[in-house]
Each structure stands twice: as C-alpha cells, then as structure tokens.
C-alpha cells in the first residue's frame, strides 16, 4: 500500500501479511509498549475485534476514500461486521471525520466519581520480519509472525502493563507443553492445568499434518472455517452432505464417509450433538474405526458422558490409534470469534500435535491430567451450572412479569450488578426482543444436565438444582422448544 499521511484518531484500512485490509482506528499505543524499530508505523485498533497491532505506514490506506474498493473485494461476515462496527461508530459522533483530533481512546478514562477507571485486558499483535504477502522483505523492523486481525492474539487475562513483549520468533514456537502448569491434587485424583496454552506472542503456525473434521453443526462450522482461515489443510464430512458446500467454496477437501477422512488424515476431529452419534459415528458403517491405523489420532469433541469416551477411546486405542477428548465451552457466536475454551484428556502427545488446531478454534485450552473421562466429567459440570443458571435468570424475568415489574429494569439492574456478564446482557435482550435464534441448543442443554445429574448419581451426589431445572428444560421441549436457543427455556414459564 501506498504511503500516506496519517495521524492518531484516523479511520484507516490495514494490512497484515497475507490477511485482506480490514478496519481500524490509530490510537496511542500503551505506556509500557516500545515501537518497533526501523520504519514508520502506527499502533491500530481493529474495529469488530478486540485486536490491536503495529502496522507498516505503507500498509495503511484512509478508511472513507478506500471503503467502496475493499467493501467489494471482501464479502465475509466477519469483515461485513467490522464494517457495521465502524459506521456505528462514526453514527455515535466518535469519529465523524476522517482528519479528525479526536484521541478519545488515548485519555486516561475516569468513572462518574472522576476516578481512574482500571485498564481493560488487551490484546496485542505484531507484524512479521518477513512480510509473506511480499513475497519476502529485506526489512526486518519487527518480530513475530502475521495472525488475522480477527482472532489471533488472545491474551486471556492481564492487562498491557503486564505484557511481556518477546521479541524472539522461536519463542512463539514454543510447544504446548512448556506452557502448561499441572497441578497435582493431594489426594491423588483428577489435576488440571490453569495456565493459558494457545495465547503465544505471534500468529499461528499451522500444523503440516492433515486434518479431518466431522460434524459441521452449531459448534462444528466455526471451527473448520477458523482452521481453513489459519492455513490448515482439512478435510470435512457431515452426515447431511451441503453442509460441506461452503467449507469446500473456501479449500476445505470432502471426504465421503468418515472412514475415509480418518484415513486419509493424521488428525480427526468428530464433534456431534450426543453420546449415541458419537458412538455410531466411530462404530457404524463406514465408521471411524475402519478408518484407523496405527498412529492415526482421533480427537472427540462432542460433550457427551465419561462412560462413553471411555468406550470410545479404547476401541480407537485397540487399533493402534491414538485417542483425545476435547470438549469445547462456548456456543455458536464464540466457535466462529475462534474463542471456545478447550477442556482435553487423553494421550498428551496428541494435544501437543493438536497445538496449531487449538490457537485457531480457542482462546484458552486445559489439558486435565488423568484418566480419559476427566475433560467429559468437567465439562458436564460447567453445562449443568450454565442451564441452571440460564433457568433461574428466565424464572426471574417471568416473576419480575408477574408482578408488575418491568423486565427491561429488572436486567438493568442485573447488568450493573455482580452477575454482570455478556452472556446475561445477550440473552436476557434476546429474551426481551422475541429472538430465540440458536446459539446452544435448548435440547443440548437439556442432554447435558441430565447427564451431569447421572454422573451425581453414580458418585451418589445430590443435584437438586440441576434436577430442577431439567424438568423446566423438558417443560420447553413439550412446547416445541427444542431447536431454539437455551434461552427459551423462558417460554416453560409463561405457558
């Protein structure tokens, strides 16, 4: 791109390697965050993301005489996105002018009392030695490697001031398991590992190994495409065959059964809607179980009971296969921002492989040591807090209704207290606007607490509110609820 004249509060378009133009703000970059040396750049704000990076001057075009031109030659939802967000922003008068003085975002920010307000977690991106859209450059004013301004970089907690800048490029090659800390547990049962495993300070390195993935659900298309985007070579199946239309349109390879994505690849991954389709899936016809070989691995996604992964993992094992839970926390908005959080037991080695897969699809993942079974079990347990949770907070809105109080108020109030979080804002006003689009099906919702309460019942522990809360959830599902949103789990209340 042409150099231009640019200064802090611009609306700009901004390259990174061989990512197309997206959009973005200047603003001052942190205190603590030294600029690359060597040529001109300027620290952008990537509006629709919460991405931040350095960025070559010569990569920067104006945002408004450059619109129409990138608008044509991008038509993805994520960019169609980040195009609203900033026509948003300009409507809200925070950047009315594309010379603008404006440096709202580089003021320290104060609440209503004039204190300082803390600083948010950020995450922060920097361009490659050698651009590869280039070709490859002689200048070598920055370090680490090009990620896609959506969803690279996920720095999980801290904020700027406790970000450590590497500016080694072998240091975001680092395997996995350099990162992890495992914490045994005194009595010797299931350990887990806390800390983050995919936030590495550079883009992803895809794997050379070729992946499978079967089930191009909810959950399952936003993987593929964030793995398609970051250069992995997949393969795909789905039980209804368009599904796999689009992914092809975008290089992915069709596979005809999943026998033979398995065999024609080092790693498949299945993510499926429950425990008997997972079963019939490796067991069946055609199933992944013809397809293993000694050294082929197989990663199971779908969040399904701990007797069942069990079952699968040994008839996997038993051909000389290599076998991986990975159940995944998150829903269909967050599978395609590429920030589901990754629960995994199993074969280590097969996590490590994994590595490239996991910084694609997630933000965080957790390797739980132990017996295959672990990353089931815990999973069940956040499924089942989550729908009683989404079951008391629909309780609360029909009784606020009941008795006079308005709704709106009430999740007002909601969202400037404790509970405060995205997912109680989102569903609650999805609530109140009639919209019960599917994010987490309601009918998987309901599957997951009645396991998670026969997994209490098999330790003899009590589930009493989950218990509950499954009967409301079998309550929507007799008034036709099933495919909508967990959230209509509000419509057992008014009927």
């Given at each position: 791109m042409a150099t231009v004249h640019l200064r802090i509060g611009d609306l700009v378009w901004g390259k990174l390697g061989r990512y197309p133009p997206w959009p973005g703000k200047i603003v001052s970059p942190p205190k603590d965050l030294k600029?690359?040396?060597?040529?001109?750049?300027?620290?952008?704000?990537?509006?629709?993301?919460?991405?931040?990076?350095?960025?070559?001057?010569?990569?920067?075009?104006?945002?408004?005489?450059?619109?129409?031109?990138?608008?044509?030659?991008?038509?993805?939802?994520?960019?169609?996105?980040?195009?609203?967000?900033?026509?948003?922003?300009?409507?809200?008068?925070?950047?009315?002018?594309?010379?603008?003085?404006?440096?709202?975002?580089?003021?320290?920010?104060?609440?209503?009392?004039?204190?300082?307000?803390?600083a948010k977690p950020m995450k922060i991106i920097e361009e490659d030695d050698e651009d590869p859209f280039k070709g490859g450059s002689s200048d070598k004013e920055l370090t680490d490697s090009d990620p896609e301004p959506s969803s690279v970089q996920r720095l999980v907690a801290g904020t700027v001031s406790g970000f450590k800048w590497e500016s080694s490029p072998a240091s975001s090659m680092e395997t996995i398991s350099k990162r992890l800390k495992i914490i045994e547990e005194d009595t010797g049962s299931t350990s887990i590992q806390a800390a983050d495993s995919t936030?590495?300070?550079?883009?992803?390195?895809?794997?050379?190994?070729?992946?499978?993935?079967?089930?191009?659900?909810?959950?399952?298309?936003?993987?593929?495409?964030?793995?398609?985007?970051?250069?992995?070579?997949?393969?795909?199946?789905?039980?209804?065959?368009?599904?796999?239309?689009?992914?092809?349109?975008?290089?992915?390879?069709?596979?005809?059964?999943?026998?033979?994505?398995?065999?024609?690849?080092?790693?498949?991954?299945?993510?499926?809607?429950?425990?008997?389709?997972?079963?019939?899936?490796?067991?069946?016809?055609?199933?992944?179980?013809?397809?293993?070989?000694?050294?082929?691995?197989?990663v199971e996604m779908s969040t399904i009971d701990h007797e069942t992964v069990t079952e699968l993992s040994q008839v996997i094992t038993s051909r000389g296969g290599r076998f991986l839970e990975a159940p995944v926390s998150g829903s269909q908005q967050v599978s395609n921002e590429g920030m589901l959080v990754i629960l995994a037991a199993g074969d280590r080695?097969?996590?490590?492989?994994?590595?490239?897969?996991?910084?694609?699809?997630?933000?965080?993942?957790?390797?739980?040591?132990?017996?295959?079974?672990?990353?089931?079990?815990?999973?069940?347990?956040?499924?089942?807090?989550?729908?009683?949770?989404?079951?008391?907070?629909?309780?609360?809105?029909?009784?606020?209704?009941?008795?006079?109080?308005?709704?709106?108020?009430?999740?007002?109030?909601?969202?400037?207290?404790?509970?405060?979080?995205?997912?109680?804002?989102?569903?609650?006003q999805n609530i109140l606007q009639g919209n019960f689009k599917p994010d987490y099906y309601l009918k998987h919702i309901q599957k997951d607490l009645r396991l998670a309460i026969s997994m209490g019942d098999s330790v003899n522990h009590p589930t009493p509110m989950a218990a509950t809360a499954n009967e409301v959830y079998k309550r929507a599902k007799a008034l036709d609820q099933s495919d909508n949103d967990m959230s209509a789990v509000y419509r057992a209340y008014i009927h």
């Open positions: 600029k690359p040396r060597g040529k001109k750049c300027f620290f952008v704000k990537f509006f629709g993301t919460e991405d931040h990076a350095w960025i070559k001057v010569e990569q920067l075009k104006p945002y408004h005489p450059h619109k129409e031109e990138m608008i044509k030659i991008n038509k993805g939802k994520r960019f169609q996105q980040a195009v609203d967000a900033v026509e948003e922003f300009l409507k809200k008068g925070k950047g009315k002018e594309q010379g603008s003085h404006c440096n709202s975002d580089d003021k320290k920010s104060t609440d209503s009392k004039g204190r300082k307000a803390p936030a590495l300070n550079g883009s992803i390195t895809p794997t050379d190994k070729r992946i499978g993935f079967l089930g191009l659900g909810l959950m399952g298309s936003g993987v593929v495409s964030n793995l398609l985007k970051m250069g992995h070579v997949v393969t795909v199946w789905n039980r209804t065959a368009e599904k796999c239309d689009l992914f092809i349109q975008e290089g992915a390879r069709l596979g005809r059964t999943p026998a033979e994505v398995v065999s024609m690849c080092d790693i498949t991954f299945s993510c499926v809607s429950d425990p008997k389709a997972a079963r019939d899936l490796v067991l069946g016809p055609s199933g992944v179980l013809q397809g293993i070989r000694p050294g082929k691995c197989y080695s097969v996590y490590e492989d994994c590595s490239s897969c996991f910084q694609a699809m997630g933000k965080t993942s957790f390797f739980l040591v132990g017996e295959v079974g672990n990353a089931a079990r815990m999973m069940l347990i956040l499924n089942m807090v989550q729908g009683s949770f989404m079951a008391t907070i629909a309780e609360g809105l029909t009784l606020a209704q009941a008795t006079g109080q308005s709704q709106q108020t009430f999740l007002d109030i909601l969202c400037q207290g404790q509970m405060a979080s995205s997912f109680v804002d989102q569903k609650c």
